[in-house]
Antibody, heavy 121, light 110 residues
């Protein structure tokens, strides 16, 4: 059974740093593309970052240079290191496993339950 | 303002068919497949449609998807009260080099 469990959320002051983890089970993070999507309170979904099987990571412009996505294959876990946090980074952060269907088109097949990050003074 | 444009809200009565639209551009919907996600209140999103019009296993055939040019749409037939949720479209954008989501459409079953 595929499971994604996020952790590491909490309250942090503006300018601070926080690291999120997404522990995966039932599949290997190294052979799939993994993604973080966030949702600010009462707002829609916003893509944050994705890391692909070859190891290349992509970032939304809003977090580029501040967030770093990485993975530890031995722990089957992906990490989102968030630095220079801003009030507008406040959101529930979801980890999602990407999947390619039979046509080779990607989509987000599995989602974790999310972890709340609150940036406030 | 989201890159993919969705109508903020739609409504329908039980049994009706509702269409939810998603408008983009040549760099996203015009070039890449669209997926749709359903988010029930207080829960994580769940994939409803992949590759424009393919239903993952377990998704009822009341749900159907289509794509034409730079627009996509999700149709929900035989509307049921449990369909009340927010629906999002998503795809890759070749110009932004990243994923883009629609702003979401809140569906109300009257």
């Amino acid at each position: 059974e595929v499971q994604l469990v996020e952790s590491g959320g909490g309250l942090i002051r503006p300018g601070g740093s926080l690291g999120l983890s997404c522990a995966a089970s039932g599949f290997s993070v190294s052979s799939n593309f993994m993604t973080w999507v966030r949702q600010s309170p009462g707002k829609g979904l916003e893509w944050v970052s994705s890391i692909y099987s070859a190891g290349r990571a992509f970032y939304a412009d809003s977090v580029k240079g501040r967030f770093t996505l990485s993975r530890d294959n031995s722990k089957n876990t992906v990490y989102l290191q968030m630095n220079s946090l801003r009030v507008e980074d406040t959101a529930v952060y979801y980890c999602a496993r990407g999947f390619y269907d039979s046509s080779g088109n990607p989509f987000f097949k599995y989602w974790g339950q999310g972890t709340l990050v609150t940036v406030s003074s | 303002q989201s890159v993919l444009i969705q109508t903020p809200s739609e409504s329908g009565t039980p049994g009706q068919t509702v269409n939810i639209s998603c408008s983009g551009s040549t760099s996203n919907i015009g070039s890449n497949a669209v997926s749709w996600y359903q988010q029930l209140p207080g829960t994580a999103p769940k994939v409803l449609m992949q590759s424009n019009n393919q239903r993952p296993s377990g998704v009822p055939d009341r749900f159907s998807g289509s794509q034409s040019g730079t627009s996509a749409s999700l149709a929900i037939g035989g509307l049921q009260s449990e369909d009340e949720a927010v629906y999002y479209c998503a795809t890759w954008d070749d110009s932004l080099n990243g994923w883009v989501f629609g702003g979401g459409t809140k569906l109300t079953v009257l």
